[in-house]
């Protein structure tokens, strides 16, 4: 199993910057791809950003310019460091990850318990 432990989330003004960090740890044979998806109240879970094994990264256009995501292969952590704020940014942050568990079985998805973000205006 794969464990994705995030931290960073927290309370900040418009125009105000978070990192966010996503710690992966457990049984893990390779990592392919890890990423971010936010939740808004009232609404489905959107893709944020993601990075490749290496070292690809995409961006929604929402996001674009204002965010950044990076990786620490060593510490199998990935960051997303936010920018320019905005309140309509204001979610909850998952960590998302696609891994290979075991040299027996297929990659698959795991996720974040998730980790609050709020932007005031």
């Known amino acids: 199993q794969v464990q994705l432990v995030e931290s960073g989330g927290g309370l900040v003004q418009a125009g105000g910057s978070l990192r966010l960090s996503c710690a992966a740890s457990?049984?893990?044979?390779?990592?392919?791809?890890m990423g971010w998806y936010r939740q808004a109240p009232g609404k489905q879970r959107e893709w944020v950003a993601s990075?490749?094994?290496?070292?690809?990264?995409n961006y929604a256009d929402s996001v674009q310019g204002r965010f950044t995501i990076s990786k620490d292969d060593a510490k199998r952590t990935v960051y997303l460091q936010m920018n320019s704020l905005k309140p309509e940014d204001t979610a909850v942050f998952y960590c998302?990850?696609?891994?290979?568990?075991?040299?027996?079985?297929?990659?698959?998805?795991?996720w974040g318990q998730g980790t609050q973000v709020t932007v005031s205006s």
């Open positions: 998302h990850c696609n891994a290979k568990a075991s040299p027996f079985r297929a990659p698959r998805d795991y």
């Open positions: 457990g049984s893990i044979v390779s990592i392919n791809a």
């Open positions: 990075i490749t094994v290496g070292g690809s990264t």
